[in-house]
């Protein structure tokens, strides 16, 4: 299984993909709350998710937001 710490070395440098981005999620806490087509809504605590999986390859808006939600939880953890 791929280490968290490779995960979020491949996000930040935006070359992740869905099912990598699954597997962090599901690693840092997050669970799947529900889907609806192609689009998954992930929660921890109060905050959600909203991951679109048309294809394998993700977008960079959401490579951004999931960049943006995980790696700073990630600095306000440690």
Avoid: C
Avoid at 38 to 47: F, L, P, Y
């Amino acid at each position: 299984m791929t280490s968290a710490s490779k995960l979020k070395t491949k996000l930040q440098i935006g070359s992740i993909d869905a099912h990598e981005l699954r597997t962090l999620l599901k690693q840092m806490g997050w669970r799947l709350d529900r889907t609806r087509g192609s689009h998954e809504v992930w929660i921890n605590g109060a905050r959600s998710f909203v991951l679109a999986t048309h294809t394998k390859d993700l977008k960079p808006y959401q490579i951004k937001g999931a960049r943006t939600l995980l790696l700073s939880e990630d600095q306000s953890d440690g």
